[in-house]
């Protein structure tokens, strides 16, 4: 909580916009001691523009993205 607020952070993981592990430790200084982080996957019926190409992170480029940021906050979940 900040000043008695519940809060949440979380990313929406996408290539297009976080694209090498500077970007994920940026990310983590922002936010360093979050008690909870959520990484959200992309959903592509709810994009604005139709003709955006999402480019995804495979599972294995996740699992790196969580253990990076696991260096800065308490607990990471993905939805």
Excluded: C, W
């Excluded at 990313?11 to 979050?34: P, S, W, Y």
């Amino acid at each position: 909580k900040i000043a008695g607020k519940d809060y949440e952070f979380r990313t929406t993981l996408m290539k297009n916009f976080v694209e090498n592990d500077e970007d994920i430790i940026q990310i983590g200084n922002l936010i360093r001691d979050a008690k909870h982080y959520y990484i959200q996957r992309p959903q592509a019926q709810n994009m604005l523009d139709p003709n955006f190409m999402i480019k995804v992170f495979s599972d294995d480029e996740t699992k790196h993205f969580i253990e990076v940021m696991s260096k800065f906050v308490q607990k990471i979940s993905i939805r």
